[in-house]
């Protein structure tokens, strides 16, 4: 955990207090809503179909529990009793009311939360590998450098205006979890043969309608060099980005346009300029901000206790037990998945009951602490072994323990139709048809690994293309149609999926799903090969003649 | 259009001369980037102050040579989401050593202030009386600065070092 000082602590103070100063000036007519528009995306308001929309950020997806019970509180009392947590470790409220606003921001500063770049023409959140700190293998830990960006790019004076979003994701292990390739910027960190700390970094990747995979600029940044190093990606994209069309403002379009070597020469001479400066980060900086991460005092316990053994006879717990819990660095300890999949309900949205019940777990089972992934699903991260039995009972009672955890029905999807204004297709009742379809956890677990992404429109919220199964919502003469996709990826080997044929119509895509889950059990050489390794191995041909046979 | 320079609102001693207008035989002006680099040494042999109006798309290059005879640099905010300006002003005062006058022209609201001041803006055509008027309070509604930048304030980083080596001592 991360924990603020008195200087983190004012700045955010001071944000709530400026914009509580903005949304006043609105409401008395004094700014315009064209003014006042790109001043509410900095705090994280959208508007959206039916009311405002919040967006809460959860930097590189650690939370406290009283920061999660601040979370709940502000679902009770602003909203409607829920959040719905995104693809990127931030949590969105649908129904906020703008004069409640900065009541609901200054509650969350009070826990060291903030809204601050959520959204509009800025950097956002940074995120990471929600097993950050746990993680088996990991290098080091990414949050702490995460952190130092979070700052660096809070506030920033210079890149506030950018031609569009920009989006920083971190990892420090070889599986990448935080699917830094999709990134504007992608860190990888590593070690030099001195044994250095560094990061490989690499620029350009994005989804929405033009979706390029990050290609790496350069192959070793030392972490002293860092932020002058993403200063300078920046300072060229501030420049030369482009701003006449907002499909093609993104650094990736910048990166193509000028081609990757051309764009790192440009960073390259923009770099030499600014690395020895004051944005030469020394390791007593690194210590200082290493310092306020807490570790939980961990005890010494068995690899695999009593509890744990006796438990394995109970198939439920197993079945859970299975798709739900990680290995984790220290012996006797595990990382828990909490599924927010459950069966006929919308990806990723969680009541402030269960937010609430959860941050309880979190401090009896846990160290008080929470993690969020991508995933949209969320995590306990140290939990004892001889807890899990106890802690899935609990988990189960809350509906949390859908044992789904990178199966089928674990659907990535956007809010689509059913809130966003910029959406052409429903997402949500896709994600919950397919839940049930494949509600069988037998079905599911035969089937084995298989990511489905949803998006109700080409702005690619719900990461379709890096889907193994994509589902895009388009809008065909007033009508929904759905675009699938198979073969993509967001981790390590991140890749675009492969369009299998023509858009098929709402209600026919949880048959088309079928079919293509149909032709893998097929197809597949073994049990153990996974969908995306037969999609690898055969390509688009076999499915598409599985589906568009008989259509 | 209220003017603020250190701090206060002020008269306007410039006048802006667009691309063909004729030039007045005395007073302060402010010249198109494009007429001044055309006709430069015969704009600074007049009497009166010369200052320079910059497009942010145009490279900042072109201006340096220029930087130790101009009186004001005025740079632009075709709207306030369009943020170039802000490391053309960066690059003038942090890399070239620019000292004279850097103006912020466009669309100016008092929600920029603070991220000007410290991209090295010290002049401001506002575009509302109040957000003129209220200036020097919105220039200090913020007392924490993550990032280094020329205008020598002080970082969070900085003032955390100086924390931890005060309370170093006597320990």
């Known amino acids: ?551 | 259009m209220p003017l603020v320079n250190g701090g206060k609102i002020v008269d306007d001693s410039f006048v802006k001369l667009a691309v063909d207008t004729p030039l007045p035989e005395g007073g302060d002006i402010l010249v198109p980037a494009e007429r001044f680099v055309s006709d430069a040494d015969a704009l600074l042999k007049r009497a009166g102050k010369v200052g320079v109006i910059w497009p942010n798309n145009r490279d900042i290059d072109e201006l340096v040579p220029y930087l130790g005879k101009v009186a004001a640099v005025a740079l632009v905010f075709p709207t306030f989401r369009d943020g170039r300006a802000y490391s053309q002003a960066r690059l003038l005062r942090e890399r070239y050593n620019y000292r004279g006058e850097l103006r912020a022209t466009g669309q100016i609201l008092r929600d920029q202030f603070v991220f000007m001041l410290r991209a090295g803006f010290d002049s401001f055509e506002v575009k509302k009386q109040a957000d003129a008027e209220a200036f020097m309070q919105t220039a200090k509604r913020y007392s924490v600065f993550y990032q280094p930048t020329g205008d020598g304030r002080v970082t969070a980083l900085h003032r955390r070092m100086q924390l931890r080596h005060s309370e170093g001592v006597g320990t």
């Open chain 1, 1 to 551: 955990m991360y924990a603020y000082d008195e200087i983190d602590r004012t700045l955010v103070n001071e944000r709530v207090s400026e914009f509580r100063d903005q949304v006043k000036r609105r409401l008395s007519g004094e700014l315009t809503e064209d003014e006042f528009k790109i001043l509410r995306l900095q705090n994280g308001v959208y508007l959206q179909l039916h009311a405002y929309m919040f967006r809460v950020a959860i930097p590189y997806g650690t939370l406290a529990t009283n920061q999660l019970r601040a979370l709940a509180h502000v679902a009770r009392k602003y909203d409607r009793g829920y959040g719905h947590f995104t693809t990127r470790q931030n949590i969105q409220f649908n129904w906020i009311k703008l004069a409640e606003l900065p009541d609901a921001l200054a509650d969350l500063a009070k826990v060291g939360i903030h809204a601050m770049q959520t959204s509009g023409n800025n950097m956002r959140n940074v995120t990471s590998d929600q097993w950050a700190g746990v993680a088996p293998g990991e290098i080091e830990d990414p949050r702490i450098w995460s952190e130092l960006i979070r700052q660096h790019t809070t506030l920033h004076p210079e890149f506030s205006f950018l031609p569009r979003k920009f989006k920083i994701a971190i990892t420090a292990s070889d599986h990448d979890r935080a699917a830094i390739k999709i990134h504007d910027i992608g860190l990888r960190l590593i070690k030099n043969e001195k044994g250095e700390t560094g990061f490989g970094v690499l620029v350009g990747g994005g989804l929405g309608r033009t979706p390029f995979i990050a290609k790496t600029i350069k192959h070793f940044v030392h972490g002293r060099d860092i932020l002058s190093y993403i200063e300078a990606i920046l300072r060229v994209y501030n420049q030369y980005g482009r701003r006449d069309n907002i499909y093609k403002a993104r650094i990736k379009i910048l990166v193509h346009e000028l081609g990757t070597e051309k764009f790192s020469r440009e960073v390259e001479e923009e770099w030499q300029h600014i690395r020895n400066s004051l944005l030469q980060i020394d390791d007593e900086v690194i210590e200082d901000i290493r310092s306020r991460f807490t570790y939980p005092a961990y005890e010494k316990l068995p690899h695999m206790p009593d509890e744990l053994r006796q438990a394995a006879a109970d198939r439920d717990f197993e079945a859970w037990r299975k798709n739900s819990v990680a290995p984790h660095k220290v012996q006797g300890y595990s990382i828990v998945t909490i599924s927010l999949k459950p069966t006929g309900g919308p990806p990723g949205d969680a009541t402030a009951e269960q937010m609430d019940a959860l941050a309880d777990l979190a401090d009896k089972y846990s160290f008080g602490e929470i993690r969020v992934g991508h995933e949209q699903n969320l995590a306990l991260p140290h939990v004892a072994k001889r807890d899990l039995p106890a802690l899935w009972k609990s988990l189960d009672k809350l509906g949390l323990a859908t044992p789904n955890v990178n199966l089928i029905t674990d659907i990535i999807a956007c809010p689509g139709l059913d809130y966003c204004s910029l959406a052409n297709a429903r997402s949500i009742p896709i994600a919950q048809e397919l839940t049930r379809r494949f509600a069988n956890h037998e079905l599911a677990n035969l089937i084995g690994r298989l990511h489905i992404n949803i998006s109700g429109c080409i702005n690619a919220c719900g990461h379709h293309h890096v889907g193994h199964i994509g589902i895009l919502g388009v809008e065909k003469n007033g009508e929904e149609v759905y675009q699938i996709t198979i073969g993509g990826r967001a981790d390590e080997s991140a890749a675009l999926g492969n369009l299998i044929g023509p858009g098929v119509k709402f209600d026919e895509v949880a048959d088309v799903v079928e079919d293509i889950v149909e032709a893998y059990l097929a197809l597949r050489e073994r049990p153990e090969e996974l969908f995306i390794e037969t999609v690898k191995r055969l390509g688009v041909e076999p499915f598409k003649e599985r589906v568009y046979a008989t259509r």
